[in-house]
């Protein structure tokens, strides 16, 4: 499975950025996907995650109420709809895709993308 983001970008505080996630191929729709972040000198952290069915997702608390993850799978696509960004937001924005259920854990995603770049100016 080949993960491309795109969608990152500099945006002020208070400011909106949809990061999307294309994963072709006739697989998608039975992955789990993942969205995590990593920041300059931090350790990568998870922010959202959806089942294979979208009908199950979880936050990380820092985003929860803020960001919205949802997948298209006719278009082989997840997305992650981010409002009210903050300076502390700033981070590369990974997508993962994971065989075995959505999770806030690294461990459970087989494939990742090659991350894009979100900067939030205050």
């Known amino acids: 499975v080949q993960l491309q983001a795109s969608g990152g970008g500099l945006v002020q505080a208070g400011g909106s950025l949809r990061l999307s996630c294309a994963a072709p191929g006739r697989t998608f729709s039975s992955y789990a996907m993942g969205w995590f972040r990593q920041a300059p000198g931090k350790e990568r952290e998870f922010v959202a995650a959806i089942s294979w069915s979208g009908g199950n997702t979880v936050y990380a608390d820092s985003v929860k109420g803020r960001f919205t993850i949802s997948r298209h799978n006719a278009k082989d696509t997840v997305y992650l709809q981010m409002n009210s960004l903050k300076p502390e937001d700033t981070a590369v924005y990974y997508c993962?895709?994971?065989?075995?259920?959505?999770?806030?854990?690294?461990?459970?995603?087989?494939?990742w993308g090659q991350g894009t770049l979100v900067t939030v100016s205050s």
């Open positions: 993962a895709a994971g065989a075995f259920g959505y999770s806030d854990s690294p461990k459970a995603y087989d494939y």
